[in-house]
């Protein structure tokens, strides 16, 4: 099935190369969920690509501030892999609104942000042969979740996603004290940890605190950030063509104040004009606009420099402020060239 699925995609089927072993798993990740049905598999991962690229998940700035933001955030993570059971990963629906600081993300690059981190995670955790075979357990946990903060359009394109366009099986979808308009079947959180505990066998330390348990998926973000940023810059990963290191602009919403990202540091400029659109700058950006605040200083220190010898000036004689007048006449004017009389001075010499 393998060999088939390389030779319709017209990839090669030696696998003498390291490219070819990553087609070779990328064939398998697609085969797998499909029973190695390959015209299946074809179809799952026409869909697949075709969902990337509409959702802008083709290619991931894996470095974006937002980006590393929202994966350390605990709104999406997994808990510890158990052999022969499904991957349990959950989704908190509650917190999303934290990404949106100061205003400074539009809705659309929000959600954007949002499900990129979550198929970043997805990714790094499909790319174990385990997962792919025992498959995913989704809690959807909408505890606390007011209508203001549910996403319907980012609920729709995440589980659009998982049920059709993701290389995973896809065991169970669990959705946590659902609202009442939401119409769906819901469970409580004691069901859902009962049955993590009994049916899965998770411990209480590797459930999360909203449901029950002791585990802070808040304090291990650096760590799941640096697991993933290890996966998907590994060549040898069948996700690695889906990233880049190198930066990528993001359009964002006007604010008062202009917020300059980079390595995930906040830089408040409130000398840059509000414009309806703002792009977070590249590195040299930075540098140019350092160097330009430090002109201005130097110019603003000059000129304040000036206006000093003028108030000194004015508590002295007359006699004191015409010769510390044309002192400071030699000083801030360039000198001039008399070009003719530099001429003469020239033929006199000869």
């Known amino acids: 099935a393998v060999e088939e699925f390389l030779k319709h995609m017209e990839w090669s089927v030696n696998s003498t190369t390291e490219e070819t072993r990553v087609k070779w798993n990328t064939a398998m990740k697609f085969l797998i969920p499909t029973k190695y049905d390959v015209n299946r598999a074809i ?5 697949h690509e075709n969902l990337r690229k509409t959702e802008k998940l083709d290619r991931i700035w894996i470095k974006n501030p937002y980006l590393i ?3 350390e955030s605990g709104n999406f993570f997994s808990l510890p892999l158990i052999p022969n059971q ?6 908190t629906a509650s917190n999303l609104n934290c990404l949106t600081f100061n205003n400074s993300l539009s809705q659309q690059d929000n959600e954007l942000i949002i499900l990129q ?9 499909t790319e174990s042969i385990e997962v792919q075979q025992n498959g995913i357990n989704f809690i959807y946990d909408m505890q606390n979740c007011s209508t203001s903060q549910f996403n319907i359009n980012l609920s729709k394109k995440i589980l659009k996603l ?11 979808i669990f959705v946590i004290s659902a609202p009442k308009w939401f119409r769906v079947t819901f469970f409580t959180v004691d069901q859902i940890r009962e049955c993590l505990t009994t049916e899965y066998g998770y411990s209480l330390d ?20 640096q697991m993933c940023l290890s996966k998907v810059t590994n060549t040898h990963s069948i996700c690695y063509p889906y990233y880049s290191l190198d930066y990528q602009p993001m359009t964002t919403k006007s604010t008062n104040d202009n917020f300059l990202l980079d390595s995930g540091h906040c830089y408040q400029d409130k000398s840059i004009v509000s414009l309806k659109t703002t792009t977070t700058p590249s590195p040299s950006s930075l540098v140019r606009l350092v160097s330009s605040r430090r002109n201005y200083e130097s ?3 000059s000129l304040s420099h000036i206006r000093m010898r003028k108030r000194e000036s004015s508590l002295s004689n007359d006699h004191d402020k015409r010769r510390r007048s044309n002192e400071s006449l030699i000083e801030e004017e360039p000198p001039t060239i008399n070009l003719s009389s530099m001429s003469r001075q020239e033929n006199f010499d000869e």
Not at 86 to 91: H, M, R, S
Not at 162 to 172: D, E, F, I, R, S
């Open 117 to 125: 981190a979550l198929v970043c995670q997805l990714d790094c955790a």
């Open 86 to 91: 499904p991957l349990t990963v959950i989704f």
């Open 206 to 225: 590797n459930i999360p605190i909203s449901l029950g348990g002791t585990y802070d998926p808040i304090i291990n973000g650096e760590i799941r950030y």
């Open 43 to 47: 179809d799952l991962y026409k869909t």
């Open 162 to 172: 998982l049920q059709a366009g993701y290389p995973a099986m896809l065991k169970n």
């Open 299 to 301: 110019s603003s220190s």
């Open 69 to 71: 933001r929202e994966i």
